[in-house]
């Protein structure tokens, strides 16, 4: 079974740029997460999808971030515009339905440096 | 909002040793997940834990829900160099979101 796909695996983009990341989940898994990890942190949830719903995005930075999953298949995160402090590891995660005993599985994540 | 600690951040150890690590929260959770990160990769669960006073066993890992309900801890035994990376407890309770604890950084010198 294929595990969750994310690209690119790495971004280098200055300050005030615009930047899209893309997730695929696990086939049949209907909970999509997007999860910030800053170096030396454990992962933050961003944003979570039900289907092509979303769940909880309390703690996405709105004025910035945006999410879709638009088919309730794949999903992109896009920044704009970047600031330093957006400089981070973001991870895909998806399960086959939210809490209860249905675990989490990560994508590898996307490296973003922003200059 | 909820807080897990985590400790130790980092561990230095021999080959062949017994590692512990554990996880304290400010709140009551109902699960506790433990998950192990190398560079350059997603976090892979290796234990959950889904009742207080729960004791699971993955090969050389043993992971504990504490009977409080706040805390959980992780031991690996006779550790093998490919035990390095970082280990992360994660917990979930009313809200459902999983919180992350800030990671324990494991070297194993062979």
């Known amino acids: 079974e294929a595990g969750v796909a994310q690209s690119p695996r790495y971004k280098i983009i200055e300050k005030r740029q615009s930047v899209a990341f893309w997730c695929n989940p696990i086939?049949?898994?209907?909970?999509l997460y997007w999860y910030q990890q800053i170096l030396g942190q454990g992962p933050k949830l961003l944003i979570q999808?039900?289907?092509?719903?979303?769940?909880?995005d309390s703690q996405l930075p709105k004025d910035r971030f945006s999410a879709e999953r638009l088919k309730g298949v794949d999903s992109t995160l896009k920044i704009q515009p970047a600031k330093l402090e957006d400089s981070a590891v973001y991870l895909c995660?998806?399960?086959?339905?939210?809490?209860?005993?249905?675990?989490?599985?990560f994508g590898p994540g996307t490296r973003l440096t922003v200059l | 909002g909820q807080q897990l600690n985590q400790s130790p951040q980092s561990m230095f150890i021999q080959e062949g040793e017994d590692v512990s690590m554990n996880c304290t929260s400010s709140?009551?959770?109902?699960?506790w997940l433990w998950y192990k990160q190398e560079p350059g990769e997603g976090p892979v669960l290796l234990i959950a834990?889904?009742?207080?006073?729960e004791l699971t066993s993955n090969g050389r890992l043993t992971a504990q829900f504490g009977i409080t309900r706040k805390d959980s801890f992780l031991n690996i035994s006779a550790s093998i160099p490919s035990d390095v990376g970082i280990y992360f407890c994660?917990?979930?309770?009313?809200?459902?979101?999983?919180?992350f604890g800030k990671g324990t950084k494991l070297t194993v010198n062979p």
């Open positions: 995660a998806s399960s086959l339905e939210a809490g209860g005993a249905n675990e989490q599985f």
């Open positions: 086939s049949g898994h209907a909970t």
């Open positions: 999808f039900q289907n092509n719903g979303v769940v909880d």
């Open positions: 709140s009551i959770f109902n699960t």
């Open positions: 834990l889904y009742k207080a006073g």
């Open positions: 994660a917990g979930r309770g009313g809200s459902e979101k999983l919180v």
